[in-house]
């Protein structure tokens, strides 16, 4: 099995402050990572694609990079609205989600 | 605009099973990949199993042999059950839609979501 780690599991920042989220597996998944953001109360909702491709609609202050075993999310400037938790989440061998990282604003 | 909807018992008893149905609009049952996903405050998000329009019916190991995947593509329609609960199995469960890309495997839509609760 492939699991995801994720680092920190929660952080607080301020509007606009410029905000990393790391993802770790267990073992290479080239590139075959996605990223999700969930609001309370709510489903998941597609963020990432692949690492880095943003879905469309998506601003574009999320980004994503990485392959291997290592990524990184990252949020620009952060806005209010981004209250959330993200997920990563790898789909090289079956599916596994990361524990998240619940993002808070200051 | 493509939307989900699972519906079922929110309350199951232990070693009975869990029954999930999810309604599916704007797109065919025929033509996609679907799959279950559920979410506890224990385990997070945890993928249950596929069910792929071309065949085949994936799921998690963990799960061991208690997952049925089954489709009623006149209804448009895709169904969860899950043997044997216990008190582990109670979550919020999603149904989603799975959507293939060249290099991509996306759970691009997903259900609101259905709280199952597994209790005497």
């Known amino acids: 099995d492939i699991q995801m780690t994720q680092s920190p599991s929660s952080l607080s920042a301020s509007v606009g402050d410029r905000v990393t989220i790391t993802c770790q597996a267990s073992?290479?998944?080239?590139?075959?990572l996605n990223w999700y953001q969930q609001k309370p109360g709510r489903a998941p909702k597609l963020l990432i694609s692949?690492?880095?491709n943003l879905e469309t609609g998506v601003p574009s202050r999320f980004s994503g990079s990485g392959s291997g075993t290592d990524f990184t999310f990252t949020i620009s400037n952060l806005q209010p609205e981004d209250i959330a938790t993200y997920f990563c989440q790898q789909y090289h061998h079956l599916f596994t989600f990361g524990p998240g990282t619940i993002v808070d604003i200051k | 605009q493509v939307q989900l909807q699972e519906s079922g018992p929110g309350l199951v008893k232990p070693s009975e099973t869990l029954s999930l149905t999810c309604t599916v609009s704007g797109d065919s049952i025929s033509s996609s990949y679907w799959s279950w996903i559920r979410q506890s405050p224990g385990k997070g998000l945890e993928w249950i199993g596929n069910?792929?329009?071309?065949?085949?019916?994936p799921h998690n190991p963990s799960l061991e042999s208690r997952v049925t995947i089954s489709v009623d593509t006149s209804k448009n329609q895709f169904s969860l059950k899950l043997r044997s609960v216990t008190a582990a199995d109670t979550a919020i469960y999603y149904c989603v839609r799975l959507s293939q890309g060249r290099r991509s495997l996306l759970f691009d839509r997903w259900g609101q979501g259905t709280l199952v609760i597994v209790s005497s």
């Open positions: 692949e690492a880095s």
């Open positions: 069910f792929y329009s071309i065949g085949g019916t």
């Open positions: 073992q290479d998944i080239t590139n075959y």
